[in-house]
């Protein structure tokens, strides 16, 4: 499957297109001479669930996080809200999370590091069709994890490196992200991407919403479900994309109450 050119994001322009059983050379550890030179000077894309991850890995109430950690860059290119990784003020830009000895964050860390050297799209909705990713393939001059003798598929890596675990919890985000709705161009407006970001990234937030507001009186909730949303973080991201669906589509993901109440914070 060839991807055109204008459908890649920018930052997979020019790398070399991966096939399904295609493989390549990749070896990283502390080692190899150019150890954490890839955590330097680079834009990495934060997922929902990287956010939710590093937040609570760090101790922090996910808006904390993202005032600290994040930048969220606007351009006209963009139909949903985008988070960025803030690196450290300094001459290399480094990431904040990369010591002496490696990440000090490895076990949570963002989806993009542990695709790297692997980069992946997703092309543009089709009505009737369901995007299949594509992947490519980063080839740094300084990176010397290249010449190690382990070889990788796609999918070998995204394996290994416990990619296929993160991405099944994100599916709901995925469809969101690739929805139909957005062919032609269509784009949200600053109150649905407000509403989009808060639900998707500020979890803390999004859990206020449903327990602070008239939302439980709004819409038909199984109590058990409402009782998991008060603490389990995840179930709370996935009940994100129910809400966000019927929020941004009008999709008949949520049941609305009979003569529900008008949405209000309460005191």
């Known amino acids: 499957m060839t991807v055109p050119v204008t459908e890649v994001p920018e930052a997979l322009r020019g790398k070399r297109q991966l096939s399904a059983h295609e493989s390549f050379a990749f070896s990283c550890h502390p080692g190899v001479p150019c150890f954490n030179r890839c955590c330097a000077d680079v834009n990495i894309i934060l997922t929902p669930l990287d956010v939710l991850r ?22 006209k290119e963009l139909h949903l809200p985008v988070v960025m990784l803030r690196m450290n003020d300094d001459e290399r830009k480094s990431c904040p999370f990369v010591g002496e000895q490696g990440c000090t964050v490895y076990e949570d860390r963002p989806w ?5 050297p692997v980069g992946m799209g997703i092309p543009p909705a089709r009505a009737g069709v369901e995007p299949a990713p594509v992947y490519f393939l980063f080839e740094d001059d300084f990176c010397e994890g290249r010449c190690g003798d382990r070889r990788w598929t796609a999918e070998q890596w995204r394996a290994d490196q416990g990619v296929d675990e993160r991405d099944a919890r994100e599916a709901g985000y995925r469809a969101i992200v690739s929805h139909p709705w957005f062919i ?23 859990r206020s919403f449903i327990f602070e507001t008239t939302f439980l009186q709004r819409f038909e909730l199984d109590a058990e479900l409402v009782e998991q949303l008060r603490s389990d973080d995840e179930a709370l991201l996935e009940f994100a994309w129910r809400w966000l669906r019927f929020a941004l589509f009008a999709e008949p993901t949520l049941t609305v109450r009979p003569a529900a109440p008008a949405q209000r914070r309460t005191s």
């Open 54 to 75: 590093l937040a609570r890995r760090l101790e922090l109430p996910t808006r904390t996080f993202l005032d600290r950690h994040t930048l969220t860059p606007i351009t």
């Open 112 to 116: 993009a590091c542990r695709m790297y």
């Open 184 to 206: 032609g161009g269509r784009t949200l407006d600053p109150k649905r991407m407000e509403m989009f970001f808060t639900a998707a990234y500020d979890l803390d937030s999004f």
